[in-house]
């Protein structure tokens, strides 16, 4: 499968693209675990953009399709991807579209998880997150065996830095001015599923009759 997941922050696409890809290996890429990577190592990618990213700010367009256009090129890409937290804004979703036209690949559909607001706020406020793996706790509903040991790994379990009470609220501004806007443009191309519900089991099960129809 390849699909766009779009959605606010904590509405679960993280989630929904774990379970998917378990489903027929395709993989998961993640602009937002790439960044975080970028900025463990140092990097200059990391440099440039840690600062948009503690602040819960977008990084810039071209710093963004410079590691899609690389990233969509990979070979495990071949076998079907999950676009988790990308493309986040017009120009990128333009800049995608040319992009796979340009490297011959068809998209199936992009989904919008639409999850309310409140939701997304306690769900972020109580996520904590490994800084090994990625993997994704959260203190209510899902906390580690060991409190700040990742059950998978054996890493440090922690509260991201964009997680904080004003980032969240940024986070939150910046997706309803720059991405919500994204919706329209999908469902203009005829390409979009829309699905409300907090489950991702629900929420994989509706992509999954799509895909099927
Ligand atoms: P996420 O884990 O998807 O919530 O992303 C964390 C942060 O990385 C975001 O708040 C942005 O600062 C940055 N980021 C991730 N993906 C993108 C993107 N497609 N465009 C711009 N910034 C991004």
Do not use: H, W
Not at 92 to 113: G, H, M, P, S, Y
């Amino acid at each position: 499968m390849k699909l766009i997941l779009l959605g606010a922050p904590g509405a679960g696409k993280g989630t929904v693209a774990k379970m998917l890809t378990a489903m027929d290996g395709s993989v998961q890429i993640s602009t937002g675990d790439i960044l975080r990577g970028a900025v463990k190592d140092g990097s200059e990618l990391g440099k440039k953009a840690e600062a948009f990213m503690k602040a819960g700010d977008l990084v810039p367009d071209d710093l963004i399709m410079g590691i899609m256009e690389e990233r969509l090129q990979q070979d495990d890409c071949k076998s079907g991807f999950l676009l988790d937290g990308f493309p986040r804004t017009i120009p990128q979703a333009n800049e995608l579209k040319e992009l796979l036209t340009r490297i011959n690949v068809e998209l199936d559909f992009a989904v919008e998880l639409d999850v309310p607001r409140d939701v997304i706020l306690d769900r972020l406020t109580t996520r904590r997150t490994c800084v090994g793996c990625g993997a994704i706790y959260n203190v209510k509903s899902m906390p580690p065996k060991v409190e700040g040991v990742c059950d998978k790994c054996g890493a440090d379990v922690v509260q991201r830095d964009d997680e904080t009470e004003a980032a969240i609220s940024n986070r939150l501004d910046v997706y309803n001015e720059k991405t919500a806007p994204l919706v329209d443009f999908y469902s203009k191309e005829d390409m979009l599923l829309s699905i409300t519900a907090t489950s991702s089991d629900v929420v994989v099960a509706a992509i999954k009759e799509k895909l099927e129809a």
